[in-house]
C-alpha cells in the first residue's frame, strides 16, 4: 500500500463519514491488524468512539475482523480495506449505471444499500417505495410489487447479492446487528468464505410484501429517523429477517469492461461488430466469472439467434463478420479454445504506442518508424526514459560491453508502468478531493447563506407567498455574490467530473493489473 492510496482513502473517509472514522480508519491501513484497545491508545480516541468508528467501517466492508495473531482466546483484531474504501470513489458510477439499466428503481435501491452497507430485501423496497412515493404527485404512490420487481432482475443479473453469513464469515459486516457498534464474534477464521462461495447468494427469499409506499408528511431529520426505526422493525414479520443484501462490486466492474471492449470494437471497426461483440458477451454476462480473461465458448448459431431484431443481418454476413473480429490484431474475439483479450495526441503518445506495438526499437528506428525529428526523439526518449515509462535495455556484442559495439533498445515494460500510472491517478484524485474541500471551505458563508435563502424561498412557495415577497427575497443575495456562486458551482461541477474521468482510467488500470496477476 502506498502513500498515495493512504492520502486518498483518508479523504475518502472523512468526506463520507466523518473525522473521526477517516482518523481511526488511516491508523489501520497504516499500522495493520490492531486490537481494540491498541486502536484506542495510539490515537487518543475514546474507547467508545472507537467502537462506534469501526462498526461504520465494518457495516460497510471496510473493516475486517479476526481472532489474534496470538491465537484462539486472544483479543479480535480489526484490518482495514484499502481496496474496500476506494470503491467509494465509484459509488457515483454504480448508482448512474443501475439507474441506466433498470431505471429510477434500480437507482435507489442501489444507492440505498450503498449508503447502508446492506439491508434486508423488505427494508430496501419499503424505503425506496416510500422516496418514490414522496416524488409523486399528490394522490398517487409507489407499489411494493414493482420495486420487487427491480430488486430481483438486480439479483438475477448478480448486481446484488447475499452476504455470508455472520456465523461463517469473519471480515463482513456484523449482519444480524449492524447498529450494534464492535460486537463481532469472539473469533474467526483467517480464511473465511465469500459471498460467491453460499449457494444461496442469488437466491431471493419468499417475501411477504403487500402494499404501496407511504408518503411523508413531515421532511425533519428525527421523523425519518423513526420511520427508518419502524421500517426496520417491520422488516421482522416479512420472513427475511437475518438475510442481508450488498452490492456486488466485482459485477458492476465487469459490466463497466464489458462496455470499455464494445466502445473499443465500435471505434476500431464498426456500429455492427460492436453489437455482435455486445450480444456475445450479454450472453454470457453470469456464466463467467468476474475475473474470467474470456467468456464462455459461443457457437455462431446462438450469436445469430440472440442478436437484436433491429439487426437483421444474414448468417454467412454474421460469419464474414466474426472471421474479421478474430483476425483483428486487438483479438477481441478468438477461437475456441484461444484466449481472446486485448488492450485498450501528442508525439510522445505515438513512441509510446510505438514500443508497445514492435517491443523492442533503437532510437534510430523510433525516429524512422515514428517520423519523428532526430533531436525531438532523443528528448522525447529521455523524459519517458526519466518518468520510468519505457526502459532502456543493453544487449552487448561483446563481453566487454563496449558502448560502440552495444545494442541499446527502448522498450516498454507494461505492468511496472501500469503501477505507476495507477499511483499518479490517486494521487490526481486526492489532489481534486483536497481542492473541491478547499473550495468549499473559502466559501463557506456564502454557501450557508445561498442555502438558507434556497430554504426561505421554498417554505414561503409551499404558503402561497405572493411573487414580490419571493423578490424581495432572491434580492438578498446581491448581484456578484450570485456570480460568485455561480462561478464556484461551475467549478465544484468540473472538478466532480474530472473526478469520475480519473476514476475511469483507474478502473482500466485496476483491471489490467489484476487480469496480469490472475495469468
Not at 468508528?53 to 496470538?70: D, I, M, N, Y
Request: aromatic share 6%.
Amino acid at each position: 500500500m502506498t502513500a498515495q492510496e493512504v492520502r486518498l482513502c483518508g479523504l475518502l473517509l472523512q468526506e463520507h463519514f466523518g473525522e473521526v472514522v477517516e482518523r481511526i480508519g488511516t491508523h489501520l491501513l497504516r499500522g495493520g491488524a490492531q486490537n481494540l484497545r491498541t486502536i484506542a491508545n495510539e490515537t487518543n480516541t475514546p474507547l467508545d468512539l472507537v467502537k462506534k468508528s469501526l462498526c461504520v467501517l465494518v457495516q460497510h466492508g471496510a473493516c475486517e475482523f479476526g481472532s489474534g495473531r496470538r491465537g484462539p482466546g486472544s483479543p479480535v483484531e480489526y484490518r482495514a480495506s484499502c481496496e474496500r474504501v476506494l470503491r467509494v470513489l465509484r459509488y457515483p458510477r454504480y448508482i448512474y449505471t443501475a439507474k441506466t439499466l433498470y431505471g429510477d428503481t434500480g437507482e435507489l435501491i442501489v444507492e440505498e444499500v450503498l449508503q447502508r452497507g446492506h439491508m434486508t430485501m423488505s427494508n430496501t423496497v419499503k424505503t425506496v417505495a416510500d422516496r418514490l412515493t414522496h416524488n409523486m404527485e399528490e394522490g398517487r404512490s409507489m407499489e411494493y410489487s414493482e420495486v420487487v420487481s427491480a430488486f430481483s432482475k438486480l439479483v438475477e443479473t448478480h448486481f446484488l447479492q447475499r452476504c455470508p453469513p455472520v456465523a461463517e464469515m469473519g471480515t463482513a459486516a456484523t449482519s444480524t446487528n449492524p447498529a450494534t457498534p464492535g460486537t463481532p464474534a469472539a473469533s474467526a477464521s483467517t480464511a473465511p468464505p465469500t459471498a460467491e462461495s453460499n449457494p444461496d447468494c442469488y437466491k431471493l427469499p419468499h417475501v411477504t410484501l403487500i402494499g404501496r409506499g407511504k408518503r411523508r408528511r413531515s421532511s425533519d431529520d428525527s421523523e425519518e429517523q423513526r420511520g427508518g426505526k419502524k421500517a426496520k422493525m417491520d422488516s421482522e414479520s416479512c420472513g427475511d429477517e437475518g438475510i442481508y443484501w450488498q452490492v456486488n462490486f466485482e459485477r458492476f466492474h465487469q459490466h463497466f469492461r464489458d462496455q470499455a471492449i464494445i466502445s473499443a470494437v465500435a471505434s476500431k471497426l464498426d456500429q455492427t461488430s460492436s453489437e455482435i461483440v455486445r450480444t456475445m458477451l450479454r450472453m454470457s454476462e453470469v456464466t463467467t466469472t468476474q475475473t474470467a480473461a474470456y467468456t464462455q465458448p459461443l457457437s455462431a448459431n446462438e450469436i445469430f439467434r440472440s442478436l437484436p431484431p433491429n439487426y437483421s443481418i444474414s448468417r454467412p454476413i454474421l460469419d464474414q463478420y466474426l472471421s474479421l473480429l478474430v483476425d483483428d490484431p486487438m483479438e477481441f474475439v478468438g477461437k475456441s479454445g484461444d484466449s481472446g483479450g486485448g488492450m485498450f495526441g501528442s508525439r510522445s503518445a505515438r513512441i509510446f504506442r510505438l514500443l508497445l506495438r514492435k517491443r523492442h526499437l533503437e532510437q534510430k528506428q523510433v525516429e524512422d518508424f515514428a517520423m519523428i525529428p532526430a533531436k525531438e526523439a532523443k528528448d522525447m526518449l529521455y523524459t519517458l526514459l526519466s518518468e520510468n515509462l519505457v526502459q532502456l535495455q543493453e544487449i552487448p556484442k561483446t563481453p566487454d560491453h563496449a558502448p560502440s559495439r552495444t545494442f541499446y533498445l527502448y522498450t516498454v515494460n507494461q505492468l511496472p508502468t501500469a503501477r505507476l500510472l495507477l499511483q499518479h491517478c490517486y494521487k490526481t484524485v486526492a489532489n481534486l478531493i483536497e481542492r473541491r474541500l478547499f473550495e468549499t471551505k473559502e466559501n463557506k458563508r456564502l454557501l450557508e447563506k445561498s442555502q438558507r435563502i434556497e430554504a426561505i424561498l421554498a417554505s414561503l412557495q409551499a404558503s402561497g407567498a405572493e411573487p414580490e415577497q419571493l423578490t424581495e427575497v432572491e434580492e438578498m443575495i446581491t448581484a456578484p455574490e450570485r456570480q460568485q456562486l455561480e462561478a464556484l458551482r461551475h467549478h465544484i461541477n468540473k472538478l466532480d467530473s474530472t473526478e469520475n474521468q480519473v476514476d475511469e482510467t483507474v478502473f482500466l488500470l485496476e483491471s489490467y493489473i489484476f487480469s496480469t496477476k490472475t495469468k
